[in-house]
């Protein structure tokens, strides 16, 4: 063992040493990228000097590192929707150099492109479209969504109309990892999956990974969404106001310490409630009532030794809830769901080479849906009352504790290492049913009792570049996951190369390795899905998915636009399913175990063409996706393929804004896509029982219609007359063109019979199949101000 140890080390000096003897002495330049306006970190800027075109990109806290020689320096950086910075130095010495960009404003407008370079990191699969752009997009009822806007890049889409589910590359909504400040969300749905819960007041960046993923991300399948909330203006008290259709937000920020410490305050609520309080308040009338809410708060100091201390807060929670009055009879409905997350980030830049940055997490999740049924009866002269109880409620509380460094070498090299712990609770869907009369009671509690799980993992990446030509992101990524008396462990690497061609055209590589130790069990069939979200367990093991991708890509600084083709193929093991016609709610006394189907395999493809222009007068993306999706259980249609829900062949998306004038902006969204498939019976017959049952031919046997869409939205900045604030008129409409789109298909029967008098009347089914749709056009206007 000793042995051992000693040659780890000598492997270890020798590695080090390697790096100095090959790539040389230079001196770093360091330090932030931050908004000279607000002081605010920028993420994913290019810094490089233009002289040797060596460079790097800001990580999440706008941290930088360059190792850089000779005699001068022609120091740039660049990012969309701000002015380049450009500065000659000539630095003989490790130096510190913080870096504030200055944001376009709409006096700028004549500007098409500014030129800028674009610093080419080696791996790919990546989407990063700055915030102002997503907000750009024409929205449901003027509600600005950032996920439902990533969703019309390549290779993403949405399940049904309204939903928040994403789609990534084939693979189901639970297979998405989504992380605020660090913390998983595990339910990204307001409204019932019209809006998202990320209120874009609140968010400063959002990077997206569907391949080539970064080592330390794991736990999921098909992609990483990592959101980072805004830290709030150091500069200046703001105050921004905004009025819609569904739903008002307020964002307050300022500094606690001018230039130190800041702090961020956004909220955001619907008002359904004031409009149905009528209904409310007459207690004899059927009631209807929604309401929603988020919150997102954040506090930040920087100490003199520029290390940085962060506090983050998110809640957010709908209520559903409906009564329907007869006679002799009342019902209640309710719904609650909803998110909380907190983290205590610290970062520090331990030496100019090194940046180390540490997490402290908390995630809840809470789904409870309660139902009462009061009927009241006569028997004789004595009324007997009946009232029936449902309850169903499941949960998901993490405890995250996550450390990483960051270390560059040289200019050539970046690696990154860490380690993360993550302690779940697992509170699996339960059902409670509770009966009670005069004459008797009853109880059929089913309440499984928390599952305590603890995942582990060690990650480590190396991107080096050998040379102006060639590179390479090397990755491993080893975790752990104990539940029960049962562990799991997963050894995952990731490897992408990058070659570039001539005109600036690079050809890139990857390979990757997931595992996921969380489940969504997902109702098949007609009507509205009804989602359960368990853990891996000693009867079901985690799913994995093995993923190659290949594409070429050219950045075009002239235009300002970048372009890609990526071609795919994901290979994906241990995946789970309802059996056909089985349904959690109806077998609540069974373990989601025992009901559903195992040991599923996938397979999908896939060819992605994404174009996108940063910035300019117009600017805004095109999208293209062509895919196959398929899925085998050897128990569903007798071990035969068949393509899975999240299958869409066709997916185009065109989106764009226009700036009219300084005060006038246009923008428009386009959007198309194949229907996925659904199951439908093909026969009604009458049953043993008497009573018409359903005859089925295989799961996934048809296809929803093509979906199709046109949105517009215009906006208006000006002045307001009295103190002369900044405010804004939006107006719009969602689906111009009034294309009803289907949401979900169900069945219509009724009875009928033979019509011969001759013989016996045969009472028989006859049935038609029938499509719900929710929105035509819906025109929409809001309003907001700053103070």
Not at 29 to 43: K, L
Not at 352 to 376: D, M, P, V
Not at 383 to 405: A, F, H, P, R, V
Not at 729 to 749: D, M, P, R
Request: charged share 15%; with cysteine; glycine share 6%.
């Amino acid at each position: 063992m000793l042995i051992s140890m000693k040659k780890s080390t000598s492997f270890l000096i020798f590695f080090v040493l390697l790096h100095f003897v090959v790539w040389g002495q230079n001196f770093v330049i360091s330090g932030f990228v931050r908004d000279a306006e607000t002081q605010e970190a920028i993420v994913g800027v290019s810094v490089y000097d233009s002289l040797t075109q060596v460079g790097t990109i800001s990580n999440e806290y706008g941290f930088y590192s360059l190792n850089l020689g000779g005699k001068e320096q022609v120091l740039k950086a660049d990012y969309a929707s701000y002015k380049g910075y450009r500065n000659m130095f000539s630095f003989q010495k490790n130096e510190i150099l913080n870096i504030d960009l200055q944001i376009v404003t709409t006096s700028d407008i004549e500007i098409k492109s500014n030129g800028e370079t674009q610093i080419q990191k080696t791996q790919m699969g990546g989407v990063t479209i700055p915030i102002s752009q997503l907000q750009a997009v024409p929205s449901f009822l003027g509600e600005k969504d950032l996920l439902k806007a990533l969703a019309l890049t390549a290779g993403i889409s949405m399940g049904m109309e309204g939903t928040t589910g994403l789609w990534v590359r084939g693979g189901s909504p639970d297979q998405n990892l989504i992380l605020l400040d660090g913390n998983t969300v595990y339910n990204v749905s307001h409204l019932f999956g019209f809006l998202s819960v990320f209120n874009p007041d609140a968010i400063k960046n959002i990077d997206l990974y569907k391949g080539s993923f970064p080592a330390r991300y794991g736990g999921r399948l098909s992609s990483i969404v990592d959101i980072t909330m805004k830290e709030g203006n150091k500069q200046k008290r703001n105050v921004d106001l905004s009025i819609g259709m569904v739903s008002s937000r307020l964002l307050y920020e300022g500094p606690i310490k001018k230039g130190i410490s800041s702090y961020m305050f956004s909220a955001r609520s619907s008002y359904f409630s004031l409009f149905l309080l009528p209904f409310m308040l007459n207690k004899n009338a059927n009631q209807f009532n929604y309401w929603l809410y988020d919150v997102n708060a954040k506090v930040n100091h920087t100490f003199k030794d520029n290390s940085q201390l962060l506090l983050s807060i998110y809640m957010g929670n709908d209520f559903w809830y409906a009564k329907n009055i007869a006679k002799n009879t009342y019902e209640k409905y309710g719904l609650q769901w909803g998110n909380q997350t907190a983290a205590i980030r610290y970062n520090k830049i331990i030496h100019q080479r090194t940046f180390w940055k540490s997490i402290i997490g908390y995630t809840n999740y809470h789904y409870k849906t309660e139902s009462q049924t009061h009927t009241e009866e006569k028997d004789g002269l004595k009324t007997i009352s009946l009232t029936e109880k449902t309850q169903i409620y499941s949960g998901i509380q993490d405890i995250t504790l996550k450390s990483m460094i960051e270390y560059v070498p040289s200019s050539r090299q970046e690696i990154q290492a860490g380690t993360e712990a993550i302690f779940h609770i697992y509170k699996p869907s339960a059902f409670q049913l509770q009966s009670s009369a005069e004459i008797d009671s009853v109880a059929i509690p089913a309440s499984p009792k928390p599952l305590y799980a603890q995942e582990y993992a060690l990650f480590v990446q190396d991107e080096i570049h050998f040379s102006t030509y060639f590179s390479a992101n090397i990755g491993l990524r080893g975790s752990a996951f104990h539940i029960q008396d049962t562990t799991y462990t997963s050894l995952e690497p990731r490897a992408t190369l990058s070659l570039k061609l001539p005109a600036e055209w690079y050809l890139k590589a990857s390979f990757s390795r997931m595992k996921q130790y969380l489940h969504l069990l997902s109702n098949n069939g007609i009507g509205l899905p009804n989602d359960i979200w368990v853990p891996c367990t000693n009867k079901v093991p985690p799913q994995r998915a093995t993923q190659f991708s290949i594409g070429i890509s050219k950045y075009f600084a002239k235009q300002a636009i970048e372009f890609s083709i990526e071609a795919y193929q994901k290979n994906l093991t241990d995946l789970i399913d309802y059996q056909s016609g089985s349904n959690f709610l109806e077998q609540f006394n069974l373990s989601w175990q025992d009901i559903v189907a195992k040991q599923g395999v996938g397979k999908v493809s896939g060819i992605e063409v994404f174009a996108h222009k940063k910035q300019g007068r117009w600017n805004g993306w095109i999208a293209y996706t062509l895919a196959w999706n398929q899925r085998k259980f050897s128990s569903i249609d007798s071990g035969a393929w068949y393509f899975a829900k999240y299958d869409r062949r066709n997916s185009l998306n065109i989106t764009g804004s226009y700036a009219i004038s300084p005060t006038w902006t246009f923008s428009t969204t386009w959007m198309y896509a194949s229907g996925s498939p659904t199951t439908l019976p093909i026969a009604i017959q009458t049953g043993l029982t008497g009573n018409p049952e359903y005859v089925y031919a295989g799961r996934n046997n048809v296809r929803l219609p093509a979906y199709h869409r046109l949105d517009i939205g215009f906006e208006k900045k000006f002045q307001t007359r009295q103190k002369n604030r900044p405010a804004i008129w939006s107006f719009g409409a969602y689906n111009v063109y009034n294309h009803l789109n289907t949401f979900f298909l169900y069945i219509q029967k009724w009875a009928t019979d033979n019509g011969d008098l001759s013989q016996p009347i045969l009472t028989g089914y006859a049935s038609q199949i029938k499509k719900q749709v929710l929105f035509p056009i819906l025109p929409y206007i809001s309003y907001s101000i700053k103070f």
